[in-house]
């Protein structure tokens, strides 16, 4: 499942929030991936990272503490 999300400030930019699993290769942990789209193409963002999802929650709480 993808979350898509409007990118602000862009005519159709989006940033896409999914998770994969063994992206690496068999056996690779499963990573969130968030990309981002200025051309509002989820499927092949421009720029994209994986969070391993033993990470999730400290960058979550590191988010939430910018806001």
Avoid: C
Avoid at 60 to 65: G, P
Wanted: charged share 25%; net charge negative; no cysteine.
């Amino acid at each position: 499942m993808t979350t898509t999300i409007a990118l602000s400030g862009t005519k159709k930019g989006v940033i896409s929030v999914t998770k994969i699993d063994e992206p690496y290769g068999k056996d690779s942990a499963t990573v969130a991936s968030i990309g981002i789209s200025l051309k509002g193409d989820a499927e092949n963002p421009e720029w994209k990272v994986h969070l391993p999802m033993d990470n999730l929650d400290a960058v979550i709480e590191a988010l939430q503490a910018l806001k």
